[in-house]
T-cell receptor, first 113, second 115 residues
């Protein structure tokens, strides 16, 4: 069965500092990988996705993630965060051909001035 | 920008009552989903719906749950007899051609509180 583990429930960083949000998954088949962001009182918004090809994926708002098959990881990074990046971030995985996403428990990113 | 809209934003109900949560997916989308998030827990898949039938459902989606697309615009989730453990945020989502390689667009959620 698929599962997703986000190793940090909360990550506090200072504004303009780099950040990495960690995500590991388990699956017995080929997968698609996603990062979603949820701003306060809003729905989930897609940040980026890995389907195939280049393992470094760039998304919106300056975020990027790298797919590492050997380590079954899909960590999210941003070189310099802004106050506006304060949100909850969810990693998700889907088996290729399946219709459901399996989510991690989320990481709350807090940006301090 | 087109968006998925959900109503109500918050509903409080008594245990045993029926609840219908409503969603208006993006107009040219063909795949529809319900997810839920119990407070402090993961977002969980409930059901996917395509071509007027359920294409996949989770173990959570038992006989107490049903989905319907009653007209060309709405997509509803019905809980027949609510339990305390049904209290959660319910998210509707839609996509153009299914999950494989396509983005899911989520609504802002409907918070259900069962007393």
């Amino acid at each position: 069965a698929q599962s997703v583990t986000q190793l940090d429930s909360q990550v506090p960083v200072f504004e303009e500092a780099p950040v990495e949000l960690r995500c590991n998954y388990s699956s017995s088949v080929s997968v698609y990988l996603f990062w979603y962001v949820q701003y306060p009182n809003q729905g989930l918004q897609l940040l980026l996705k890995y389907l195939s090809g280049s393992t470094l994926v760039k998304g919106i708002n300056g975020f990027e993630a790298e797919f590492n098959k050997s380590q079954t990881s899909f960590h999210l990074r941003k070189p310099s965060v802004h106050i506006s990046d304060t949100a909850e971030y969810f990693c998700a995985v889907s088996d290729q051909g399946a219709q459901k996403l399996v989510f991690g428990q989320g990481t709350r990113l807090t940006i301090n001035p | 920008e087109p968006e998925v809209t959900q109503t109500p934003s918050h509903q409080v109900t008594q245990m045993g009552q029926e609840v219908i949560l409503r969603c208006v997916p993006i107009s040219n989308h063909l795949y529809f989903y319900w997810y839920r998030q119990i407070l402090g827990q993961k977002v969980e898949f409930l059901v996917s719906f395509y071509n007027n039938e359920i294409s996949e459902k989770s173990e959570i989606f038992d006989d107490q749950f049903s989905v319907e697309r009653p007209d060309g615009s709405n997509f509803t989730l019905k809980i027949r007899s609510t339990k305390l453990e049904d209290s959660a945020m319910y998210f509707c989502a839609s996509s153009v051609t299914g999950l494989a390689g396509r983005e899911l667009f989520f609504g802002e959620g409907s918070r259900l509180t069962v007393l």
